[in-house]
């Protein structure tokens, strides 16, 4: 770019041409920085993400829970309301919990009045839930040893029961709670390690995870066998996200990718049941998905990312692209500041997604027929707009890059 007056061209237009470059780069600019911004210090989810929600509503309630504790204490009145309340509020108890049942009776059974014998005319039954903490346990196993008094060599004994972890202390119980623990309820080994400690239950984190490594060999089995019913499902969403891997020898960690497969096919009316799993990869490339997903056809419905697009070409699969994909980055433009295109694109979407929340539920046939008749108008309709909107537009905006990958993945939108 010319540093000087004299450097610059004397030629009008091309003076215009330059100037209209250069505001085109001085908006896209503006615009990344805004998106910077956003992303920096303000909400990054399009909505207030569910897990924050909660925890606001579950600060209120324990406040809420704390006054009423306070004011129950003050009178008979209050409690019984209070009772009643929460009788309202809660549900039956689950049947398939054991009972322990306890009675409260009255030591005297005669009558204040007449002193006569008073007799049972019915009781009141209400229930508490308990909770027996985890408790642990030794496992002893004692294999008596027998010998032939007439043969010296002769020495017999039941063999030892097969362990999981050969000579190690847990039980197949311990660690699966341990892999639930970790998995299901994200609790990290060192916490647990805690909590064991806790009780007198000295496990660092290394022996932790060394069960976890073991578990996991003996469960490469059942993941294969998981994987490859996955591949034989006509539809399968797809993504992948970073995961940081400790590196060995090197004293900090590397970055690994997560490949995560689904299948669910309640929304389409589907007899299948869902079905989930997790494949660790070294790399994003696109070998990894083409290896994972090696025998399966069908439809594959992802996001954006390039490397499906090989899989496409290799095998017999249809890509099916993700519209949130697609909404959020007109949205990005839009919460940037005005933009009345991308608003205009969120309203034209937002119609899509009322006439998908209209059909949810109803059979795949009434959903096909009203996404023909409702749907494909609107989409037809996007379509052309979006290809006029275009090319009014700088095409090194970051409003252009929202409209062609819209138009880039057409197909696989109105698949």
Known sequence: MPQTIAALPD???????????????????VQIIKEMQRHRFGRRAETLPEDQMLLALEDAEQ???GASAEEEA???????????????????????????????DIEDKTCPCCKGMLHKIGEDVSERLDIVPTQFRVL???????ACRACEDVVVQAPAPPRLIESGMPTEATVA???????????????QAQIYGRQ???LDRSTLADWVGRAAWHLRPLHGRLLAHIR?????FADETTAPVLDPGRGRTKTGQLWAYARDDRPFGGADPPLAIYVYAPNRKAEQPIAHLADFTGVLQVDGYAGYRALERKNSVQLAFCWSHVRRRFYEFAAAGHAPIASEALERIAELYTIEKDIRGCAPDARQAARQERSRPILDALETWLHEKLALISQKSKLAEAIRYALSRWNGLTL
Do not use: C, F, W
């Open 200 to 202: 007198g239950i000295n």
């Open 63 to 65: 406040t809420e829970a």
């Open 11 to 29: 030629d009008p237009e091309t003076l215009k041409a330059m100037l209209i470059a250069e505001r085109a780069r001085s908006e896209r600019l």
């Open 140 to 146: 002893v196993t004692h294999r008596p040893k027998y």
């Open 177 to 191: 709670h341990v892999l639930v623990s970790k998995y299901a309820d994200h609790l990290p080994l060192y916490r």
């Open 74 to 104: 003050r009178s008979a009145e209050v409690r019984a309301e209070a009772a009643r309340r929460r009788q309202r509020n809660r549900g039956v108890l689950p049947a398939h919990l054991p009972r322990i049942e306890t009675t409260v």
């Open 232 to 236: 034989s499902s006509a539809r399968i």
